[in-house]
């Protein structure tokens, strides 16, 4: 069986390099136990020289590994506040989660930036996790129909954030299907309803590239995921994995996921 893919985003998460620690030391204490998954902490950046060194340290044991939440396209230069792949190498960071809906929607970072930094993620050898999601939940015409508005959306910024990345490449890109208000809210999808999101993503992949990278291609789930959510979505055969905000930062909430995880 496949490895699920596990990822916690701590987000601007815990306060201080001391907390990290203790945190990434609590959640990975057993995870050597846990034999099904592969688990990608992303930090905030400052913590990584703290924490990098953990997480090479048990790589041997565990699948797990560095990602960070966010990047530049660019490798170098006036970019204030910024921060390239090549500095996330050096840390040993293997993915980077692009196009998180925070990220589009405060920081207001638009599918063309999101289309340039997963280009640069992936010729920089990073994998990209592209977020994608809509908005709202319910959408009406003026008659008061409702609109499915999620496949329109999902279809949209997959198109314009892969646009242009060769057709080879389209393989390592994992896609996390994040509903914006399912995110921090307690309120996650319909497990069938991010199912059917999940085949449409892989339709979508499948028109760009093949059947065989449509099968193969990581879809996460993420919003609100939760010890008593995650393994009816992972059930779903054809969710390969989750995003996990809120819930990675407590770490017996974390930990109780990843043992279900380890249990399916
Ligand atoms: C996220 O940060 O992408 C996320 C899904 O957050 P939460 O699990 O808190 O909804």
């Not at 991010?194 to 879809?219: E, Y």
Request: with cysteine; glycine share 6%.
């Amino acid at each position: 069986m496949q490895k699920r893919l596990i990822v916690a985003n701590w987000k601007m998460n815990p306060q201080t390099s001391t907390e990290a620690k203790e945190l990434l030391v609590s959640v990975l204490s057993d995870a050597s136990d846990f034999k099904n998954i592969e688990l990608v902490i992303c930090p905030p950046f400052v913590y990584f020289s703290s924490i990098s060194a953990m997480i090479y340290d048990l790589s041997s044991k565990f699948q797990v590994s560095l990602g960070a939440q966010n990047m530049h396209w660019e490798q170098k230069g006036a970019f204030t506040g910024e921060i390239s792949a090549q500095m996330l190498k050096e840390f040993g960071v293997e993915y980077v989660v692009e196009g998180h809906s925070e990220r589009r929607w405060i920081m207001g970072e638009t599918d063309e930036m999101i289309n340039k930094k997963i280009k640069t993620a992936l010729k920089s050898g990073l994998i990209p996790i592209l977020a994608v999601g809509e908005k709202e939940r319910n959408n009406f015409d003026s008659s008061g129909r409702h609109i499915n508005t999620a496949d329109d959306v999902v279809i949209d910024q997959l198109t314009r954030a892969l646009d242009g990345v060769p057709v080879s490449k389209i393989k390592d890109v994992v896609i996390a299907y994040e509903p914006v208000w399912a995110i921090g809210t307690g309120l996650a999808d319909n497990p069938d309803d991010a199912l059917s999101v999940s085949l449409l993503i892989r339709k979508v992949i499948s028109k760009m590239t093949d059947d065989k990278t449509a099968r193969a291609i990581k879809i996460l789930y993420g919003g609100s995921v939760n010890s008593k959510n995650i393994a009816e979505f992972l059930k779903q055969d054809g969710i390969d994995g989750a995003l996990v905000g809120g819930a990675s930062i407590d770490k017996d909430e974390f930990t109780r996921i990843l043992e279900i995880v380890s249990s399916l």
